[in-house]
């Protein structure tokens, strides 16, 4: 299939336009096997060796998502985390990264533990701001800029082109976690940057039954043959069934991406005005700090993901999520099933998450349904003060 010519909707539904050789099957078959036969003159002619290294289950997945991201080639991973952490486990002892105050916990988390034990020089700072994120940079010594745009779970935007720009005139690589946004919603490698990672669990897979990660590069280079390494050797490697239903997932992205967008837009506006919430944090609202930036680096939509704050404190968001009858009180995000989720007390001691908040993740049901449920949740307005 010519992947100039046709649209991402197009590429992606026939996953490329795959079709299985040997069978004529348009969907691939699952590949299970973890070793490939030597020749007798004792070499690998297939080009395969072992399926901790290399799995012909992953081919597809990974040239769709590299396809959509515009890159030169894409890794899957057993998990987002495995992704993320190849990033920087490719980095050297002493070297210098930023990433943001405001990001995905358990990234965040381990960056501030494993990875400073480790030897990195990790700091966290404020990734919205172009002026923290010049001040921070260490030229020479900074070696990679890490972005996530819209930021977990107060959907912080971070200019991915003037980040971009900044990390390479100090001499750093930028990676964006790209998970919430999407490659429907934002194209990282053309703003500029160099890795895009995403956790397939999430949107790429969209159905909540597996987890998986992903890396997409820009280029070929040093750091690129590490993180390769990285997966071959650790062994941070999917498994082919997982990968077999990545790949289905992937087909109906756009759709699901599309309707989860729009249904945010409207729960984000309705709820805008309801005086039982004191706050809607949704890069989608024209009063959102990050709404102009969002306008320019997203097309299409601005996800599916939004943040309620309840007024009343933390007990009653907590009450909140505890009477949805339709959204689904877990963790995660990016199912076709609407999940709520009181965010602070997942995240723990120094959460940037307010108590007050609830963490949105929005499906494919019908908008009406999930506005009304929220409705009945919410305490009655007589409560209010
Ligand atoms: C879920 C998530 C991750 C981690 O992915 P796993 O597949 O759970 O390891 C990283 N970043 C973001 C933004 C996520 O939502």
Redesign the pocket.
């Known amino acids: 299939m010519d992947t100039r010519k046709n649209h991402p909707e197009t590429l992606v539904a026939q996953a490329l336009g795959w079709v299985d050789d040997a069978t004529r099957a348009i969907t691939p078959p699952i590949h299970v096997s973890s070793t490939y036969l030597r020749d007798p003159d004792n070499q690998y002619r297939s080009g395969r060796v072992y399926a901790r290294a290399d799995n012909p289950a992953f081919d597809q997945a990974e040239a769709v998502i590299n396809a959509l991201e515009g890159g030169h080639q894409a890794l899957l991973f057993a ?6 952490t190849a990033v920087f486990q490719a980095l050297a002892p002493g070297d210098h990264v930023l990433a943001p105050k405001v ?2 916990w ?2 965040r988390n381990w960056l501030m533990t494993f990875a400073t034990h480790w030897g990195l020089q990790v700091e966290l700072i404020d990734m919205s701001s172009p002026a923290a994120v010049q001040a921070a940079l260490r030229p020479g010594k900074t070696k990679l800029v890490w972005v ?1 745009t819209p ?2 779970p107060l959907w912080t935007l971070t200019d991915i082109a003037a980040t971009a720009q900044a990390a390479h005139a100090a001499g750093a690589l930028l990676a964006v ?1 790209s ?2 946004a999407t490659p429907v919603l934002t194209q990282p490698l053309a703003l500029g940057a160099d890795i895009v ?1 995403h ?4 949107y790429l897979n969209g159905h909540s039954d597996l ?3 992903a890396l997409v590069t820009r280029a070929d280079g040093e750091l690129w043959q590490r993180v390769r390494k990285i997966r071959a050797q650790l062994g941070g490697t999917l498994g082919s069934f997982e990968a077999w239903l990545l790949l289905r997932g992937l087909r109906t992205l756009h759709l699901r991406v599309h309707a989860a967008s729009a249904s945010a837009q409207r729960i984000a506006e309705h709820f805008s005005t309801d005086p039982r919430v004191l706050d809607v944090l949704y890069p989608g609202l024209p009063g959102f700090p990050g709404h102009a930036l969002a306008r320019s680096q997203m097309q299409g939509g601005f996800g599916g993901m939004l943040s309620l704050r309840v007024r009343g404190g933390e007990q009653a968001a907590v009450d909140v999520a505890a009477r949805t009858r339709l959204w689904k009180r877990a963790t ?3 199912g076709v099933e609407s999940l709520i989720e009181h965010r602070a007390s997942i995240e723990g001691v120094g959460t940037p998450a307010p108590s007050d908040l609830l963490r949105l993740s929005v499906g494919i049901e019908h908008v009406d349904d999930l506005i009304a449920d929220l409705d009945q949740a919410l305490p009655a307005a007589t409560a209010v003060d």
């Open positions: 998990s987002g985390m495995a992704a993320a990001m995905y358990s990234l996530e930021a977990n976690d998970t919430v990672m956790a397939a669990t999430k987890i998986a990660g995660s995000l990016g």
